[in-house]
């Protein structure tokens, strides 16, 4: 096993196409209290990631009894913290309109990710293996690259039969592009539009603070897209009213 990321949460082990999340044990805390902590969060977190995989793109977790470890699919693409600002503009604004969709889906499902960073969203082209047939069963992809540039949405009773029932309609025009959200170790399920505004300021500070010379654009371009969830304006309105906490406060 490779160790490929580490916070002060937990370690991030890869060991061929899966990665497994662990809980870090903290010698501070009384260890009964730890165990209960620990177990608790990664109890939340891997219904969150189920939830969620039935939403939008990101890791289903496989299930298993280890109480502080969660293992998931390698999502094999590109981290946005760090691909993002190399892309052509074009490119970033058409990534923020999936952002903008997955965190509309998200919230209509009252699910808060709790950490809406570029750290926490990968960017998978369409040569990755997960678009080859077969794939992996645990990602969950909401829609499928189309094999020519002839091929038509499959309807309902297609998709069952052909095992795709898992599957969105698919655009022909579509470049099969992806954001896979990951890292739900902060979320929480709520209906209240202060969580939901929250989150989506999280982004926006997020995006001045890495990708500050288009930030503004790549904003507007999320808000755009958010729109599309039945709450929007009220959420929106709550969002003005967080930034100027934020503003005032001294």
């Known amino acids: 096993m490779k160790t490929i990321a580490q916070g002060a949460e937990a370690i991030i082990f890869k060991e061929g196409n899966k990665v497994t999340k662990d809980r870090i044990k903290k010698s501070y805390r009384i260890p009964e209290i730890d165990n209960k902590i620990r177990t608790r969060r990664t109890k939340s977190e891997t219904k969150l990631l189920i939830k969620a995989s039935q939403i939008i793109n990101c890791p289903k977790p496989i299930i298993e009894t280890q109480a502080h470890q969660i293992k998931m699919p390698f999502i094999d693409g590109k981290k946005l913290s760090e691909h993002l600002d190399k892309f052509p503009l074009t490119k970033q604004k058409q990534i923020c309109k999936q952002i903008g969709e997955s965190i509309a889906k998200l919230h209509d499902n009252n699910i808060i990710h709790g950490d809406l960073t570029t750290s926490n969203m990968i960017y998978v082209p369409t040569?990755?293996?997960?678009?080859?047939?077969?794939?992996?069963?645990?990602?969950?992809?909401?829609?499928?690259?189309?094999?020519?540039?002839?091929?038509?949405?499959?309807?309902?009773?297609?998709?069952?039969?052909?095992?795709?029932?898992?599957?969105?309609?698919?655009?022909?025009?579509?470049?099969?592009?992806?954001?896979?959200?990951?890292?739900?170790?902060?979320?929480?399920?709520?209906?209240?539009?202060?969580?939901?505004?929250?989150?989506?300021?999280?982004?926006?500070?997020?995006?001045?603070?890495?990708?500050?010379?288009?930030?503004?654009?790549?904003?507007?371009v999320i808000i755009k897209r958010y729109k599309n969830s039945k709450d929007a304006d009220k959420i929106l309105k709550q969002l003005e009213k967080v930034e100027k906490r934020g503003r005032y406060k001294k």
């Open 127 to 220: 040569k990755s293996s997960l678009f080859k047939k077969g794939g992996d069963e645990n990602l969950s992809i909401k829609t499928k690259t189309p094999s020519t540039k002839k091929s038509f949405p499959l309807n309902k009773s297609q998709a069952k039969k052909s095992g795709k029932a898992d599957f969105e309609a698919i655009n022909p025009r579509d470049n099969g592009e992806r954001i896979f959200f990951i890292d739900f170790g902060l979320g929480f399920i709520s209906q209240r539009y202060e969580d939901k505004a929250v989150d989506l300021h999280l982004l926006k500070q997020a995006l001045e603070a890495k990708h500050f010379k288009h930030w503004e654009v790549l904003f507007k």
